[in-house]
T-cell receptor, first 110, second 115 residues
Framework: DAKTTQPPSMDCAEGRAANLPCNHSTISGNEYVYWYRQIHSQGPQYIIHGLKNNETNEMASLIITEDRKSSTLILPHATLRDTAVYYCIVRPPTGNQFYFGTGTSLTVIP | KAGVTQTPRYLIKTRGQQVTLSCSPISGHRSVSWYQQTPGQGLQFLFEYFSETQRNKGNFPGRFSGRQFSNSRSEMNVSTLELGDSALYLC??????????????FGQGTRLTVV
């Protein structure tokens, strides 16, 4: 079952940073935080994941609070192609199962 | 390298029939998991296979079953189709070994419509 809470929708101006919050207050010490996005019923696309340290890759940055009860996905310069539903997922340490919540529908506005 | 391939992309079936969907994972990946996506329930985990063994299972009735072959290709089967089984079925493959965390890559899905 999903263990995350996300706002249902957000807007962001093109070129600005998009900051997507996620609460996961019941996360266990060995559970990872993953972010995926889904564009119009295509397969979800992997963005980034982390355990306790902040992470950055070519797509985004992931900031996890020290108590690990929440995190923020940052898209540094949002483009129109970033319009999608973003899912924050707490993943068990073993197995390849993801329990998706309802996600945040991000709309990037020109 | 090639991504996750799901076939067919679209399918129309009649209530009471059964259906088999196929998923070919990324080469070298041994874990395949399946998901159902509907407007009402969102994305829900069905089951996961690793090295031909079901490793995890979601909360779905026994009409939903799956298997994995020695080449890691997987199939899922839905018997006695109901209208509510209309959904986008997604599979994901991962190269993670048990106890290791890494990303999973999703296919484009099979759109099943039950009439």
């Amino acid at each position: 079952d999903a263990k995350t809470t996300q706002p249902p929708s957000m807007d962001c101006a093109e070129g600005r940073a998009a900051n997507l919050p996620c609460n996961h207050s019941t996360i266990s010490g060995n559970e990872y935080v993953y972010w995926y996005r889904q564009i119009h019923s295509q397969g979800p696309q992997y963005i980034i994941h982390g355990l306790k340290n902040n992470e950055t890759n070519e797509m985004a940055s992931l900031i996890i609070t020290e108590d690990r009860k929440s995190s923020t996905l940052i898209l540094p310069h949002a483009t129109l192609r970033d319009t999608a539903v973003y899912y924050c997922i707490v993943r068990p340490p073993t197995g390849n199962q993801f329990y998706f919540g309802t996600g945040t529908s991000l709309t990037v506005i020109p | 390298k090639a991504g996750v391939t799901q076939t067919p992309r679209y399918l129309i079936k009649t209530r009471g029939q059964q259906v088999t969907l196929s998923c070919s994972p990324i080469s070298g990946h041994r874990s395949v998991s399946w998901y159902q996506q509907t407007p009402g329930q969102g994305l829900q985990f069905l089951f996961e296979y690793f090295s031909e063994t079901q490793r995890n299972k979601g909360n779905f009735p026994g009409r939903f079953s799956g298997r994995q072959f020695s080449n890691s290709r997987s199939e899922m089967n839905v018997s006695t189709l109901e209208l509510g089984d209309s959904a986008l079925y997604l599979c994901a493959s991962s190269g993670a070994r048990p106890g290791r965390n890494t990303e999973a890559f999703f296919g484009q899905g099979t759109r099943l419509t039950v009439v």
